[in-house]
Each structure stands twice: as C-alpha cells, then as structure tokens.
C-alpha cells in the first residue's frame, strides 16, 4: 500500500505533500482560484508523473540494449478539455530529447515500448482518452514522432 501524506501549509490551496520517505514536494491551485503559485496544480502533477514514468523505462530499456545515454530530458505539453467538469486531459504530446551514443532505431524503440506497454500514466491517460503522441530526438535529430 501506497500512503502519502498532505497538509496544508500556505493559503487556502497551499499544501505540503510527503511521501513515506520523506520526500516532499507543493501543490496549490492557480491565483485566479484562489491560490498563492506555492507549487504544481495537481494536474500538472500528472503530467510529471508521465514524464518520470516514462523516463525510467527509456533509460533502463536503453542501459539494458547497451546504450550509452549521456543525457535525456523532455517537454511534455498538455490541452485539458474545455467547458467540462472535470476537465480532464484531451491531448498530450512528448518530446523525449536523447543525447550519448544511442541508435535511434533503439530510443525509437525504448520509447515506443514505454509509452505503449510500460508505463502506468500512460496507460491511466489512455484510459481517459487522452490523446497521447510523442517524439524522439536524438543528439538534437529527429528520429521519431507519432504526429
């Protein structure tokens, strides 16, 4: 079982989250709702989870075909629905920027098997039809994309 603790620290909207580590990190919701911007709005948490779930899966995918990836970043952008409550993700796009010495037929892959099999967030948008493409750079050329 999963506990994560939160409290409100800042605001009406400001709350400190922990894990059972101890790890923390700020939610608040927008100034024009009511928040102080004291941390991430709770759907760009998901978001972030996207990112870090994915992002484990292509390095260990890429370690394990022997690849040598010396950086990895990305940009994940995201459209919410519009006039609907709860106005969930409509569409979210991936840009997965790879840097070592890396086939990109492999990143390909790596990213195609994460965003597909492997990763949970991905599959939990899926499920909430959002539309979720992406691409791969590698060494700062395009390898990939799924627009």
């Not at 760009?44 to 075909?65: E, F, H, R, T, Y």
């Not at 690849?67 to 991936?94: A, C, N, Y």
């Amino acid at each position: 079982m999963v506990r994560i603790q939160l409290e409100r620290t800042n605001g009406d909207f400001g709350f400190e989250v922990k894990d059972a580590m101890g790890n923390t990190l700020h939610t608040d919701s927008s100034p024009e709702s009511g928040g102080k911007d004291f941390g991430f709005r709770p759907m760009q948490l998901l978001l972030a989870g996207l990112g870090g779930c994915s992002g484990i899966d292509i390095v260990s995918i890429l370690n394990k075909q022997r690849q040598q990836v010396d950086g990895f970043s990305m940009t994940i952008e995201g459209d919410r629905e519009t006039g609907k409550e709860p106005s969930l993700w409509q569409d979210v796009h991936i840009l997965f920027h790879l840097k070592g010495t890396i086939d990109p037929d492999k990143a390909k892959k790596a990213c195609e098997l994460s965003m597909e099999k492997y990763c949970s967030v991905a599959a939990t948008l899926r499920e909430a039809h959002c539309k979720l493409t992406w691409e791969v750079k590698v060494n700062d050329l395009s390898s990939y994309s799924t627009k």
